[in-house]
């Protein structure tokens, strides 16, 4: 192709459907402490319980009051960010996921723990008497010890696309975050070289669990398809109501900080969708289902809670500087 004067010309070029990505942080910074930690809580109960001379059933009651709950805080950030593509292999990316809730564990490879587990079914949960003997602290007698989880998260998408009559809303956004869970196997398989296994046959700790252990409630793991041999997370397309932490405002630019809190005594009906809670819920780019307190009544010791970022579709990019999960219980 000529200009008029003989020179060449460059064709105009359209703009790509899908954005290249953006360079990756090679290690993300992960961190993981207490705010309040188990034995700070058993300080202050003593402390009310013997000065005040209080019942026991009284110090819990005003312990519970006032949120002195113990609370561990788990977060990763990335130096510039990394971003997550629709329509790529990649567009279900684990993010983080938390240490066993209420256990004193620590893997023996940060590698194996930056990464999702291996997609092997859960078969034998390990039951209450075998985690007291990792609780940190005191075992909890109440029937539902976890009282809260909080997210924050700061993200944006691409900044351009979808309906531009929602630019600015969380309606019709394409990428978002989900709260998985995780639990440890008995009938795991621990091969003789996985790091964990090795530190536990050295340490001779009995009572050691391995990251191999891991296995994921949700997403759930299924056949491979077409009756291929092995298994596979399923990751559905569209988010899941019970699981949707938050969405990314559409075509915004901007990053956002997002800050959700789910309780263990929350109550909108998710099934009453028309409620005034629950398009609150929606209008603010939370899932429907994720406020009704359940996933925060049903965690148990030993739990992980994972944090998996999703984009779908050509061109939409879900674009992440920092997860944090917050994670607070009682006794």
């Keep these: 192709m000529m200009n008029p004067k003989g020179a060449a010309r460059i064709p105009f070029r359209r703009r790509p459907l899908v954005p290249p990505p953006d360079p990756q942080p090679l290690i993300p910074i992960t961190c993981t402490s207490y705010e309040i930690d188990p034995e700070d809580v058993m300080q202050v109960k003593d ?150 296994h090795v530190s536990q046959g050295s340490s ?33 397309l569209l988010a899941d109501q019970d699981h949707l932490i938050q969405r990314n405002k559409l075509a915004d630019k901007s990053w956002q900080h997002h800050h959700v809190e789910w309780s263990w005594d929350d109550k909108v009906d998710p099934t009453n969708t028309d409620s005034p809670a629950a398009r609150e819920l929606d209008s603010a780019g939370r899932g429907i289902g994720t406020g009704n307190g359940e996933f925060v009544r049903n965690l148990k010791y030993g739990d992980m809670i994972t944090v998996w970022a999703r984009a779908r579709f050509g061109g939409w990019a879900n674009n992440i500087q920092k997860v944090e999960v917050k994670v607070y219980w009682a006794f």
């Design 47 to 196: 402390i009310l319980a013997k000065t005040r001379d209080l019942p026991p059933e009284l110090v819990d009651m005003i312990m519970d009051r006032a949120e002195y709950w113990a609370c561990s805080t788990t977060s990763i950030n990335y130096p510039k960010h990394v971003s997550v593509l629709g329509a790529r292999p990649g567009e279900d990316q684990f993010l983080l996921r938390t240490p066993p809730l209420g256990l004193k564990w620590s893997p023996a490879s940060r590698d194996l723990w930056r990464v999702e587990s291996a997609p092997k079914q859960l078969e034998r949960e390990y039951p209450p008497c075998e985690l007291e003997k990792l609780v940190d602290g005191p075992m909890s007698k109440l029937e539902n010890p976890f009282r809260r989880v909080v997210f924050d998260i700061v993200s944006r998408d691409q900044g351009w696309g979808g309906d531009s009559a929602y630019h600015n809303t969380y309606h019709h956004s394409s990428t978002w975050f989900d709260a998985g869970l995780e639990r440890f196997d008995m009938n795991y398989d621990c091969p003789s070289t996985c790091p964990d």
């Design 204 to 236: 001779g700790e009995s009572s050691s669990i391995p990251t191999c252990a891991i296995r994921s409630v949700w997403p759930p793991i299924v056949p491979n398809d077409g009756g291929a041999p092995g298994m596979r997370y399923n990751h559905q």
